[in-house]
């Protein structure tokens, strides 16, 4: 799993993006104040060959978002971050409607 966090020029938390299920079927869920969330299938690229380049990871549409199952693995992944990062994140989590 991997989390990046958006800062304002005030060093305040203005998004973030947790990417999910890595190895088989990345997903990243991303939360920005000023555009609500969004949900993205990560195509990982073709296969390197010996003939040709892996090409770069893009983000595919996904509509379906399992917000209990995100906000477990995000609970089971959180331990070691700073307790304010972990709450702007659950706050929006537990806000998704």
Not at 16 to 40: I, P
Not at 47 to 74: C, M, Q, W, Y
Request: aromatic share 12%.
């Amino acid at each position: 799993m991997d989390l990046y966090i958006w800062f304002d020029t005030a060093d305040e938390p203005i998004g973030f993006q947790f990417c999910y299920d890595k190895g088989h079927s990345e997903h990243a869920l991303t939360w920005f104040a000023d555009r609500g969330f969004s949900h993205m299938r990560i195509d990982a690229g073709e296969p390197a060959g010996a003939l040709h380049h892996k090409h770069s990871p893009v983000l595919t549409l996904n509509g379906i978002i399992d917000i209990a199952r995100i906000e477990t693995l995000f609970r089971q992944a959180s331990d070691h971050l700073p307790e304010p990062l972990v709450q702007f994140v659950l706050e929006r989590l537990t806000s998704y409607t």
